[in-house]
């Protein structure tokens, strides 16, 4: 049974640069939600997709958008990066009802904005 | 105002010792969950424990164990007999009904042989 996997693992862009993560949630998991976890600091929510909307959003600027697709995959976009956008980039996946459950998180993506 | 809080930013125990990562939260729901996460060196975040708000029942899974207490919103989080395996970055978090996680900002714990 594979778990969430994401892609890359690492990524090294430019201010001002646009980048796109990608995220498989794991089986039978149809709910998908997006972290940004800074050094030293908790997971930040970013936003959660569902039906391949998007369901819940955190305090993000609209320079991070997403978009799930019908097989339950997801994408995390940042456009305009800045330097404050370096963070570990996390995608958590669920069951139906999203969450109330236990979310099980991917291995991250490691961005670095130089 | 912080829903989550985590008090203890980094613990260090000898191997073998007994030791308590504190959690309190903060939510105006009466219906509500409650999580711990673990965060080794590698990065991803495991799931340890899920508990509602209407089950205030202890548990204990092996040297683990959890104590919910909802007269003082706390979620405490216990490692009998550490290990240094057990060494990680350990996260409390909430959800309430329709509504996203939040993290608190992690107890670093480190096991010394």
């Known amino acids: 049974d594979a778990g969430v996997t994401q892609s890359p693992t690492h990524l090294i862009k430019t201010r001002g640069q646009q980048v796109t993560l990608r995220c498989s949630p794991k089986?039978?998991?149809?709910?998908v939600s997006w972290y940004q976890q800074a050094l030293g600091q908790g997971p930040q929510f970013i936003f959660q997709?569902?039906?391949?909307?998007?369901?819940q959003r955190g305090n993000f600027p609209d320079r991070f958008s997403g978009h799930q697709f019908p097989n339950y995959s997801s994408e995390l976009n940042v456009n305009a990066l800045l330097l404050g956008d370096s963070a570990l980039y996390l995608c958590?996946?669920?069951?139906?009802?999203?969450?109330?459950?236990?979310?099980?998180f991917g291995p991250g993506t490691r961005l670095t904005v130089t | 105002a912080q829903k989550v809080t985590q008090a203890q930013t980094e613990i260090s125990v000898v191997e073998k010792e007994d030791v308590t990562l504190d959690c309190v939260y903060e939510?105006?729901?009466?219906?509500?969950?409650l999580f711990w996460y673990k965060q080794p060196p590698s990065g991803e975040l495991v799931f340890l424990i899920r508990?509602?708000?209407?089950?205030?029942q202890n548990e204990i899974s092996g040297r683990y164990s959890w104590n919910f207490q909802k007269s003082t919103s706390s979620f405490n989080f216990t490692i009998t007999a550490s290990q240094v395996v057990d060494s990680a970055v350990y996260f409390c978090?909430?959800?309430?009904?329709?509504?996203?996680?939040?993290f608190g900002t992690g107890t670093s714990l480190t096991v010394i042989p």
């Open positions: 089986s039978g998991h149809d709910t």
């Open positions: 958590a996946s669920s069951p139906s009802g999203g969450a109330n459950y236990e979310q099980y």
């Open positions: 978090a909430l959800s309430e009904p329709g509504n996203q996680f939040y």
């Open positions: 997709y569902y039906e391949e909307e998007e369901r």
């Open positions: 939510t105006r729901d009466t219906t509500y969950y």
């Open positions: 508990r509602n708000s209407f089950d205030e």
